[in-house]
C-alpha cells in the first residue's frame, strides 16, 4: 500500500489541494495521512499571548479529526489526521520522507509569499520526498488523465518520475518532453533509458525531442496547455535555487504560472 500526506493548509475546507488529494489516495489505493502544522516562528514567541494563541490553533485543529475521517469514509480510503506543532519547513520536510509523495497547496496569489521563500517551495529545496504541488486557484479535472514529463535526466527529473510512476501506469497519456542534453562522447555517462524504463513499467508514452529554448519554464506551460495536460512532472531545482532566484529559471517560472498541479522533486 502506498502512503500519501496531504498537508492540508485550510482546514475544515474543502481546498483543491484536499480534494486532488484524495482523489489520487482513492485511485492509488493509498493511506491518506491528513496533517496540518501549526506553525510556531520564533520571533512571535516572545510575546506573552503567542502560546495561548498557539494552543487555541492546535486544540482547533485537533478538533477536525472528525472531519477528515468523513472525507476519508467519502472517498474510500484509509486514513488518519495529524496535528503537528512546530517550525513549518522541517516538520513537513521530515513527515513526507515515508511517503510516496506530499500533496499540498501551492501558493500563487500572496505577494507577501514569494515563490522560493514560502513555507511550501522552501520544504520543496529541503529533504522533502517528491511534492505533488497544486496551486490554490486550480479548477482542473482530479484524474490526472494527461500527463506531461519534463525530462532532462537529471537526479532531479528521475526522482519526479520515479515518485509518478502510480500516476502514469493509471494514465490516459503520457507525452514525454525529452531535453537531455548530449554529453561528450567517451567522457560524459551515457543517457538515462526513460523509455524502455517507462515501458518496463507498462506506460506507453508519446516521445518528443524539446530543445531548450530561452524561456524554457514558459514553453513547458504552453505545451501542457497545448496538450490539455493535467499533470506536468518535472525536476525542481536544478540550478542553484538562489541561482534560480535570483536569475530567473524553469522551476521558478512554472512555479509562479502554475494553472495545473506539479509533481516535482529536488
Avoid at 535526466?153 to 542534453?181: C, Y
Avoid at 524554457?216 to 496538450?227: F, I, Q, Y
Amino acid at each position: 500500500m502506498f502512503d500519501l500526506v496531504i498537508n492540508v493548509e485550510r482546514v475544515g475546507e474543502d481546498a483543491p489541494s484536499t480534494i486532488l488529494g484524495l482523489a489520487t489516495a482513492q485511485r492509488l489505493g493509498a493511506f491518506a495521512t491528513g496533517i496540518h502544522v501549526v506553525a510556531v516562528y520564533p520571533p512571535i514567541m516572545t510575546l506573552p499571548e503567542a502560546m495561548t494563541l498557539l494552543d487555541t490553533e492546535e486544540r482547533a485543529a485537533l478538533a477536525h479529526a472528525g472531519w477528515w475521517k468523513e472525507l476519508c469514509r467519502r472517498y474510500g480510503v484509509r486514513g488518519e489526521w495529524e496535528v503537528i506543532r512546530g517550525s513549518y519547513v522541517p516538520i513537513l520536510a521530515k513527515r513526507s520522507r515515508l511517503a510516496q509523495f506530499v500533496v499540498t497547496e501551492l501558493p500563487v496569489s500572496n505577494p507577501d509569499s514569494p515563490i522560493g521563500f514560502d513555507n511550501i517551495t522552501r520544504a520543496l529545496f529541503g529533504d522533502a520526498a517528491p511534492m505533488l504541488l497544486v496551486p490554490e486557484t486550480c479548477t482542473g479535472s482530479s484524474q490526472l488523465e494527461h500527463v506531461l514529463i519534463a525530462w532532462n535526466g537529471s537526479a532531479e527529473s528521475a526522482s519526479a518520475v520515479r515518485a509518478a510512476l502510480p500516476l502514469l501506469q493509471q494514465a490516459a497519456a503520457v507525452h514525454v518532453l525529452d531535453g537531455e542534453p548530449e554529453g561528450l562522447p567517451g567522457l560524459a555517462p551515457p543517457r538515462l533509458a526513460l523509455q524502455p524504463w517507462l515501458a518496463r513499467h507498462g506506460v506507453e508514452v508519446t516521445w518528443e525531442s524539446f530543445e531548450s529554448p530561452a524561456h524554457t519554464g514558459k514553453a513547458l506551460l504552453d505545451k501542457a496547455r497545448a496538450l490539455d495536460a493535467q499533470l506536468l512532472v518535472m525536476g525542481a531545482w536544478g540550478r542553484s535555487r538562489l541561482s534560480e532566484l535570483v536569475l530567473g529559471g524553469a522551476t521558478r517560472h512554472v512555479l509562479e504560472h502554475a494553472h495545473l498541479p506539479l509533481l516535482m522533486a529536488h
